[in-house]
């Protein structure tokens, strides 16, 4: 097992490696990107007429917009935003500092990425964590209970609710949820927006527990309502499909109970799925499923950061963002293959070769 785990962290710079690149070739085709920003604000604050008729520079030529600037000041603005090099010393610059974690500076926060990175992370750690606990804690349990009463009416009631949570997008839940419970239209038991309240810094540790919890219970409902169900099925199907094989009738005539059969046999065979989903599961939380939520509770959360990072192409923090989920989720994928191993020592993955 650790030759596998070598061989997949050594694996993780290459992979690394191959995205930011890919990524960066594509930013430097794509229109509208800072310098273009910029220049556009340059123009509309100078006014339309402002070096009308000039001659066309090689400079002002690449950019759409840029004919009513000087030459000096096109250079100006692309070297403040690093442009004045070549692109493949921008590649080369950009990866020396990543192997160091320096993202840079925003262009349009004007902060380093890394500490817009570490005043956003609280939010989206605090949605995706207990999201997936939540989700982890229902869907698991029920999915065992679903499988053992097949057809019954516990079964197919329950799929019905499920089926209805997973019909509602969870941007259209939260703002329900707001309508009936944040000062609506109907009851105001929750606050709207936000983490903490404004006075957390003076609450004891008893009531900030409580306040943010407090604050967490809408978005977090938001989030896990529509959760449930994939998961729930997986859970149930891969404990239905074990049920049914032969070491499990062998047990059975063996006399063993219907618990120890199914926690001491079957758990840990049925489980194996489920963990292998789990990476995914978590990425598709953090930085998919936080976005709709953390605009509509006003949460400033990494999903929202690189939202408007693309919106205003704020390069820093795209890259930086990019680089950080890509990193999370290869080793999550890790984990999940670590924790195969810890469920069922059977499984040799050095034998295997990486995957």
Not at 78 to 105: T, V
Not at 119 to 129: R, T
Not at 135 to 153: C, D
Request: aromatic share 14%; net charge neutral.
């Amino acid at each position: 097992m650790g030759i596998y785990i070598l061989k997949r962290l050594l694996l993780i710079i290459p992979t690394l490696l191959v995205i930011l690149l890919i990524n960066f070739m594509v930013i430097q085709i794509a229109p509208g990107g800072p310098v273009e920003q910029a220049i556009q604000q340059a123009e509309a604050f100078q006014g339309m007429g402002a070096g009308a008729g000039g001659e066309t520079t090689n400079a002002t030529a690449k950019y759409q917009g840029a004919k009513g600037l000087s030459e000096e000041m096109v250079k100006k603005i692309e070297a403040q935003y690093g442009f004045d090099q070549p692109a493949p010393e921008r590649f080369w610059q950009m990866l020396k500092s990543y192997a160091s974690f320096d993202f840079g500076i925003s262009f349009f926060k004007d902060k380093p990425v890394t500490q817009l990175l570490w005043e956003k992370l609280p939010v989206s750690l605090s949605l995706g964590l207990w999201s997936t606990l939540l989700i982890y804690l229902v869907s698991i349990p029920l999915g065992i209970k679903k499988a053992r009463q097949h057809g019954l009416f516990f079964d197919k009631s329950t799929s019905m609710l499920l089926a209805v949570g997973y019909a509602i997008p969870a941007f259209a839940f939260a703002i329900l949820l707001i309508v009936f419970f944040a000062g609506g239209s109907y009851f105001q038991w929750f606050p709207l927006q936000g983490l903490v309240s404004e006075n957390f810094a003076e609450l004891t540790i008893l009531g900030k527990i409580t306040d943010y919890f407090w604050h967490m219970t809408l978005p977090l409902l938001a989030m896990v309502i529509g959760g449930f169900a994939g998961l729930t099925y997986l859970t149930k199907y891969s404990f239905m499909e074990e049920l049914n094989k032969q070491y499990v009738l062998a047990a059975r005539s063996k006399g063993l109970t219907e618990s120890r059969v199914l926690y001491g046999h079957v758990f840990r065979n049925a489980m194996l799925i489920v963990i292998a989903g789990l990476p995914e599961a978590l990425i598709g939380i953090f930085f998919v499923g936080n976005l709709f939520i953390e605009i509509i509770f006003n949460l400033d959360g990494l999903g929202l950061l690189g939202f408007e990072a693309i919106v205003q192409r704020d390069y820093p923090v795209i890259f930086g963002t990019l680089f950080i989920f890509t990193l999370l989720g290869l080793v999550l994928r890790l984990i999940s293959d670590v924790l195969y191993q810890i469920i069922d020592p059977r499984i040799n993955f050095d034998s295997q070769g990486t995957k």
